[in-house]
């Protein structure tokens, strides 16, 4: 009845009878019903109970395809519900485990990155975005590169920060938001060796260039002009 019901596109009323197969210990439905009981908590954006099920999956579970799909979602449960600590026990469990595709070690160790540069964790943070950064096509691997030189700038290594920073221009990311970040964090870096002359025109013209108006990267731009406006 559960099964009918999900495909005839009826959720809410699905889930209610997965969850009473549930209940019931070792029955041969459990596999099949935690693992579309998990699915539909998930698109229901409620990831600590999906977590839950994805981790009694995990543990019933013999088949290797269910294995990792439990893995995978415990992990984008705990980083959508926002929970640091278990995002990276997680991810942990995924970066030690056997035969994981490329894909989603890949998410694993950029989920860790985030979830330690969300806990202030930034030397444990900057080993796993250095491993992502590797390219600048996908979103993760533009904000992975970014957040090298962010911290590498954080951490006073100026001109390492730097070097990442024009290496990521030079790549032509088709990511804008991330690109005009890079632009911003170039402008501190000038500012940092007082080049302020530089500052500016790399401020302004990202005022002139820049078209989002509603991502908070213009904000930081006019409140960074401000600044040195006053200090001149």
Known sequence: LAECLNSSGSKDEALSYYREVIKTPNNQFMEQALITASAILYDQEEYSDAFSYYENLEKITTTPEFKLTAMRGQLRSAYQDGDAQKSILASERIRKAAK??????????????????????????????????????????????????????????????????????????????????????????SIQKGDTLQARATLQSLQEYYTVRDDGILDEVQSKLASLDQGN
């Open 100 to 189: 994981v595709p490329e894909e989603l070690m890949r998410e694993a160790v950029f989920i860790s990155a985030k979830a330690h540069y969300s806990l202030n964790e930034f030397d444990e943070a900057l080993k796993d975005f250095r491993i992502t950064s590797n390219e600048v096509v996908s979103a993760e691997g533009a904000e992975s590169k970014y957040r090298v030189a962010e911290i590498l700038f954080k951490n006073g290594s100026t001109d390492e920060s730097e070097r990442i920073v024009n290496q990521f221009i030079g790549q032509n990311s088709p990511h804008p938001y991330w690109t005009a970040r890079m632009f911003l964090l170039l402008a501190d870096i």
